[in-house]
């Protein structure tokens, strides 16, 4: 097992100095562009929700991997045979699993990832009103003395407010 | 000689941090002038003696002395005397170094112009500075040493990176360690507070132009470090939500919550417990980006060479700094009491709002980076978090924080009057009304251009929104202009620099919506004469000029010339570097700009003939996003030198309020035991630790995998008790079958893929007459592998395969869901895929797994 998964480091640091080293990698060829710009338009969105697999976090877009030419040529493919975007994706992740899909599906294991923005800002946004209300509360409970309200009528007898500055 | 000086003076520095840790917190718990004045020496000594550190391992480096291991690997002769410099810090080791130098500069800088802070408060928060300057030097000194020896020295170092020979990326790391390590200074001040018990208007104006100084340099080295993803590595982005990217955006995010939150703190004197959790969180941040780099936690396309033991040490340092920090926050937090009193609709209310939204998103992006860990640790498959993902979520969530960020600072303190606010924007909202129906006009009704219309419309509501609220302290065109321009010339400079900074955000916004909706791009190849048309420019191909000498590279450079309306515009020459020592291709980009937008060129592979595969992209207000960038540090550099920042340190009042509740106490008792006297204890300020607690869990569990050597990007095969996919190859040979799917069944089966092109096939060879000789049929399939290289492979080698299949294209290995040769699936009888084995087949493996799960499925 652990000799497996040394030699595995040892490959994903070889992937990971391939593309670190082959430095500029606009990875499309211009082979494989299609004819139909709204076809070749449609394969580069799809191109870019993919992960390629042999990268650290590059879409096949985006990498010059061997493995990421043949799956750009394979949704070029699969969008000439008339498949639809959906289909073309579902077609990857039949064979790779939804780890190629950079833009995770709606599911259970990804709720939290997906409701999880929204429960952070409900979270932060129930806190500052917890303590503005607290805030408010305690400054409820001091009612002025006696000699702040003469001082406060004085005050606002003569100058008027003065503006606070900045 | 001069390594071993470094390391004699690091050792010394980490006893000086000790002393400096201690003494100084210990005098002030105890009330000990004596003790407490060792803070500031130790500090200035501590800097000395980690600079001169910095100095020894710098000489070895512009020296080339090779008997340096850190030299050997990231330098060589050749290099040019700039990189030698920078070199120092392209490493591991010296980045660390680097990391401990900006420390000790910071401690330093307390020491100087924190002369006249409570000498109580500078002795904890130096102690504080301290404990991290320990934990920071041992970690170097335990585990990354730059100043190991080699015997005998090489003649020569490896070489650098080319892709780091650049001056983008050589200025970009000092500059983001002086924001993460200058959000240090927050933090040792919060805790010091916190141990205080004490939060003061004093405090705050302490802490805010350091965090200031922290924000400037980190938001300039986010952006250079953008800039140079930008023109050096050719794919016309800026930006991939890449977990390192993601590691300094955090912070970002944080510092800037931290920054505006400082000023309520400051004027206002409340949102002080808020603040004081700011600071832990945005260091902490820092930490933890830190530790993501160099961990091998996460995968990255661009980290350090990772090193879990690195990783559980700097994982320990942030168990200690943020787990401690928050058990302090939890436990003091709640006695630090509110002060002035606001409504929602007040600038206290949104820079509150500016908080909640900059937190969330900085936790968002905590999220969707670490998730796939989550999820992994849950053993609920393997996600990827991508792109995708941080557009959809991050856009809706920034969106109506701009929207709101014209509008804050309309209002007044304490109570705010939001229809007057609305109504003096009223120019801005033309102008934005204006300017998404220009953009729907001019390009056209489609989701992309009113996407594109609402980021320049906030742009420009931002922009003319800011510019309304500096006419408003001006008085402009209310009173003669002279008075105006009076008024222009004493407004504070830090008026100033909230103008700037909110209208470099609209720029940056105006950049990001432009690029992001109407880049174009042409890729072709090109022969010499071609001519490309990009978004009205003609880019003519003049050829390539082979073998140009560079300082230490070859490269081949093509000649370009733009033209628009046939007018020549720009000569662009993109290159192709060969790099000497090491051995590595570069392509530099030529990059045109008009100011408003880019003709961003890339030289790709020669296609014969001279010709060559050309990348062009016209990117449209990418230089008003860096430009933004710089606007924005500018707002801060400017705010920085604010007059109320100049005359010196803050004192504090002496009729100061206690925060306490008991104020007796706290005038008789030590100040140390001020808080202790009544403990009470709030279940919001515990959250923050609990979350800390699952979330360095995680990272432990994680750590401990990559340590047991399951590498994190091994993918789990979908294929897994499904058919095998239907294909039907050709023999390899004559005499030698060829295979299809409806061969696969009735015998329990190994499909090995292999090439003759890929180097651990040829480890693994040797081992497969073991599968033979066990019972188990061995079928091959030659994987996009010429079929003359496969036989010639297979003749040199031996043949232990029954069947050969020729995949020529990797079709059949597509369907198999192969990633990465050589792989093997285990069928059976039924023809059902049971197992894959992605990397080498070993005689232990064989051994223990493939042979004992094909007798049991044979049975």
């Given at each position: ?6 030699i ?10 391939v ?8 990875a ?8 139909d710009?709204k076809?070749?338009h449609r394969?580069r969105a799809?191109g870019?929700?993919?992960?390629c697999?042999?990268c650290?976090n590059?879409?096949?877009d985006?990498?010059?991997a ?10 070029r493919?699969r969008?000439v045979?008339g498949?639809?975007?959906e289909?073309?994706?579902q077609y ?5 699993g939804?780890?190629v ?7 259970a294991?990804t709720?939290l990832l997906w409701?999880?923005p929204?429960?952070l800002?409900?979270?932060?946004a129930g806190?500052?009103a917890i303590y ?6 305690t400054?409820?409970t ?5 000699d702040?309200s003469?001082r ?15 | 000689?001069?390594a071993?000086i470094?390391l004699?003076a690091?050792?010394?520095a980490?006893?000086?941090a000790?002393?400096?840790?201690s003494?100084?917190l210990?005098?002030a ?6 003790w407490m004045?060792l803070d500031?020496?130790s500090a200035?000594?501590?800097?000395c003696?980690?600079a001169i550190s910095?100095g020894?391992?710098m ?12 030299v ?12 030698k ?5 392209a490493?591991h ?5 680097l ?8 401690g ?8 006249d802070l409570?000498p109580?408060?500078?002795?904890r928060a130096?102690a504080?500075?301290?404990m991290?300057g ?11 040493n730059?100043?190991l020896?080699?015997?005998p020295a090489?003649v ?19 500059f ?6 200058g959000?240090?200074?927050?933090f040792?001040?919060?805790i010091a507070?916190l141990?205080?018990g ?11 132009p ?5 924000w400037?340099a980190?938001?300039l080295?986010?952006a250079?470090?953008?800039?140079w993803?930008?023109?050096t590595?050719g794919w ?8 390192v990217?993601?590691?300094?955006l ?5 510092g800037?919550?931290l920054l505006?939150?400082?000023?309520v703190?400051e004027?206002?004197?409340t949102l002080?417990s ?5 600071a832990?969180?945005t260091?902490?941040?820092?930490l933890?980006?830190t530790?993501l780099?160099?961990?091998?936690v996460?995968?990255s ?8 033991k ?8 942030l ?7 928050l058990?302090?926050?939890a436990?003091?937090?709640?006695a ?10 007040s600038?206290?209310?949104?820079l509150?709002?500016?908080n909640?939204?900059?937190s969330?998103a900085a936790?968002?992006v905590?999220?969707?980076?670490l998730?796939?860990?989550?999820v992994d640790?849950?053993?609920l498959g393997?996600?990827s ?5 941080f ?7 920034m969106l109506?924080m ?8 309309l209002?007044?303190?304490?109570r705010g009057?939001?229809?007057?606010a609305?109504s003096r924007?009223?120019f801005?909202g033309a102008a934005t009304?204006l300017?998404?129906?220009?953009t729907?006009?001019a ?7 009113l996407l594109?219309g609402?980021g320049?419309g906030?742009?420009?509501w931002l ?5 309304t609220e500096w006419?408003?302290r001006v008085h402009?065109?209310?009173?003669s202009?002279?008075d ?7 407004l ?6 909230m103008?700037?900074g909110h209208?470099?955000l609209?720029?940056?916004l105006?950049g990001v919506?432009g ?9 072709e190849?090109m022969q010499p004469?071609d001519t ?6 003609q880019?003519?191909?003049l050829?390539v000029?082979e073998?140009i000498v560079?300082?230490n590279?070859?490269?081949a450079r093509?000649n370009f ?10 000569d662009?020459?993109p290159?192709r570097?060969?790099y000497a020592?090491p051995?590595?291709?570069?392509s530099?980009?030529?990059i045109?700009?008009?100011l ?7 030289l790709?592979?020669?296609?014969g ?5 050309v ?8 230089p008003w996003?860096?430009f933004g ?29 206690p925060?306490?509740?008991a ?22 300020t515990?959250v923050?630790?609990?979350g800390f607690?699952i979330?360095?869990?995680f990272?432990v569990?994680r750590?401990y995998?990559v340590e047991l050597?399951?590498a994190?990007n ?7 008790n ?6 039907d190859l050709?023999?390899l ?9 409806a061969?696969?069944?009735g015998?329990v089966?190994?499909v090995?893929f292999?090439?003759s092109w ?7 060879h040797?081992a ?6 066990a019972?188990i ?5 030659s ?9 010639a492979?297979?003749?040199q080698?031996?043949n ?10 990797g079709h ?7 990633y990465?040769v050589?792989?093997?699936?285990l ?5 059902v895929?049971?197992r ?6 070993t005689?232990?493996l064989i051994?223990d797994?493939?042979?004992p ?7």
């Amino acid at each position: 097992m652990r000799l497996r998964a040394k030699i595995s480091i040892i490959l994903a640091s070889a992937a990971l100095v391939v593309t670190l080293w082959s430095g500029t990698a606009w990875a499309i060829r211009p082979d494989e562009i299609l004819a139909d710009p709204k076809l070749e338009h449609r394969a580069r969105a799809i191109g870019t929700e993919l992960r390629c697999l042999v990268c650290q976090n590059e879409s096949i877009d985006d990498s010059n991997a061997d493995l990421a030419h043949d799956l750009r040529v394979l949704v070029r493919q699969r969008l000439v045979a008339g498949d639809s975007d959906e289909q073309v994706k579902q077609y990857i992740v039949a064979r790779y699993g939804n780890y190629v899909l950079l833009k995770p599906p709606f599911m259970a294991e990804t709720y939290l990832l997906w409701f999880g923005p929204a429960l952070l800002l409900l979270c932060a946004a129930g806190v500052a009103a917890i303590y503005i209300r607290r805030v408010s509360q305690t400054a409820q409970t001091a009612p002025l003395t006696d000699d702040e309200s003469r001082r406060l009528s004085a005050l606002l007898g003569d100058a008027g407010r003065k503006k606070e500055d900045s | 000689m001069i390594a071993e000086i470094g390391l004699f003076a690091l050792i010394l520095a980490l006893l000086v941090a000790a002393v400096q840790a201690s003494i100084p917190l210990i005098g002030a718990a105890r009330g000990d002038a004596v003790w407490m004045s060792l803070d500031r020496p130790s500090a200035f000594t501590q800097f000395c003696l980690v600079a001169i550190s910095f100095g020894c391992l710098m000489w070895a480096h512009v020296t080339s002395d090779f008997s340096v291991l850190n030299v050997v690997q990231s330098s060589h002769t050749d290099k040019p005397l700039l990189y030698k410099i920078t070199g120092v810090w392209a490493n591991h080791e010296g980045s660390m170094m680097l990391w401990t130098l900006i420390l000790v500069l910071y401690g330093l800088a307390v020491s100087i112009f924190g002369r006249d802070l409570p000498p109580a408060l500078r002795a904890r928060a130096l102690a504080i500075q301290g404990m991290i300057g320990f934990g920071f030097i041992l970690f170097i000194l335990l585990t990354s040493n730059p100043f190991l020896r080699v015997d005998p020295a090489p003649v020569n170092g490896d070489g650098l990176n080319p892709l780091l020979q650049d001056p983008g990326l050589a200025f970009h790391p000092p500059f983001l360690y002086l924001g993460y390590v200058g959000f240090s200074m927050a933090f040792s001040f919060a805790i010091a507070a916190l141990i205080e018990g004490r939060v003061d208007a004093a405090w705050a104006r302490w802490v805010r132009p350091w965090t200031l100084v922290a924000w400037c340099a980190l938001t300039l080295g986010v952006a250079m470090g953008s800039w140079w993803s930008y023109y050096t590595l050719g794919w016309g982005g800026y930006w991939a939500w890449d977990p390192v990217e993601n590691a300094s955006l955090m912070p970002w995010l944080a510092g800037t919550a931290l920054l505006h939150s400082s000023i309520v703190a400051e004027k206002r004197d409340t949102l002080k417990s808020w603040t004081i959790f700011l600071a832990i969180v945005t260091f902490s941040l820092s930490l933890l980006g830190t530790f993501l780099v160099r961990s091998g936690v996460l995968t990255s396309v661009h980290s350090f060479a990772n090193d879990p033991k690195r990783g559980l040490f700097i994982l320990l340092l942030l168990g200690i700094v943020t787990g401690g920090s928050l058990i302090l926050y939890a436990i003091r937090a709640p006695a630090l009491k509110g002060g002035g009193l606001f409504a929602m609709v007040s600038r206290e209310g949104g820079l509150l709002f500016n908080n909640i939204v900059l937190s969330t998103a900085a936790g968002t992006v905590l999220l969707g980076t670490l998730y796939p860990l989550f999820v992994d640790a849950l053993n609920l498959g393997k996600v990827s978090v991508g792109p995708p993902y941080f557009n959809i979520v991050m856009v809706p969530l920034m969106l109506p924080m701009i929207a709101l960020m014209a509008i804050g600072p309309l209002l007044a303190w304490k109570r705010g009057d939001l229809p007057h606010a609305l109504s003096r924007l009223k120019f801005a909202g033309a102008a934005t009304a204006l300017t998404v129906v220009a953009t729907l006009l001019a390009a056209g009704i489609s989701t992309r251009s009113l996407l594109a219309g609402i980021g320049l419309g906030l742009g420009v509501w931002l922009f003319f929104g800011s510019l309304t609220e500096w006419a408003g302290r001006v008085h402009l065109f209310r009173h003669s202009l002279a008075d105006s321009l009076h008024r222009a010339w004493h407004l504070p400079r830090s008026a100033y620099g909230m103008t700037l900074g909110h209208m470099g955000l609209a720029f940056v916004l105006i950049g990001v919506a432009g690029s992001q909706a109407w880049r174009t791009e042409y890729l072709e190849v090109m022969q010499p004469g071609d001519t490309a048309t990009v978004a009205g420019y003609q880019v003519k191909f003049l050829g390539v000029e082979e073998n140009i000498v560079g300082p230490n590279y070859i490269s081949a450079r093509g000649n370009f010339i733009a033209t628009r309306n046939g007018r020549l515009v720009a000569d662009l020459t993109p290159e192709r570097r060969m790099y000497a020592n090491p051995q590595q291709p570069l392509s530099t980009v030529a990059i045109y700009t008009n100011l408003v937008s880019d003709l961003y060129v890339v030289l790709g592979d020669p296609a014969g003939h001279g010709g060559s595969v050309v990348h062009i992209f016209h990117n449209p207000l990418v230089p008003w996003l860096f430009f933004g960038a710089l606007v924005m540090v500018l707002g801060g550099i400017v705010s920085l030198t604010d007059r109320h920042h100049r005359i010196g340190a803050p004192r504090r009042r002496i009729d100061v309020r206690p925060v306490m509740r008991a104020p007796a106490a706290v005038a008789t008792a030590p100040v140390g035991a001020a808080v202790a006297a009544k403990p009470r204890y709030n279940w919001v300020t515990v959250v923050p630790l609990a979350g800390f607690i699952i979330l360095a869990g995680f990272l432990v569990w994680r750590l401990y995998l990559v340590e047991l050597g399951f590498a994190p990007n091994l993918i789990p095969s979908v294929m897994i008790n499904r058919p095998a996919p239907t294909f039907d190859l050709p023999a390899l040979a004559d005499g030698l079958p060829g295979i299809k799917t409806a061969e696969l069944q009735g015998k329990v089966t190994l499909v090995n893929f292999f090439a003759s092109w890929c180097i651990p096939c040829r480890e693994e060879h040797p081992a497969l007459p073991l599968v033979t000789q066990a019972g188990i049929r061995l079928v091959g399939i030659s994987y996009k592998d010429r079929p003359q290289d496969a036989k010639a492979w297979l003749d040199q080698l031996g043949n232990p395969y029954k069947a050969i299949g020729v995949d020529l294209y990797g079709h059949a290995g597509l369907d198999f869901g192969v990633y990465g040769v050589p792989e093997s699936y285990l069928i059976d009888k039924h023809g059902v895929i049971r197992r894959k084995w992605t990397g080498p087949l070993t005689p232990d493996l064989i051994r223990d797994e493939v042979v004992p799960l094909a007798e049991k499925l044979a049975r």
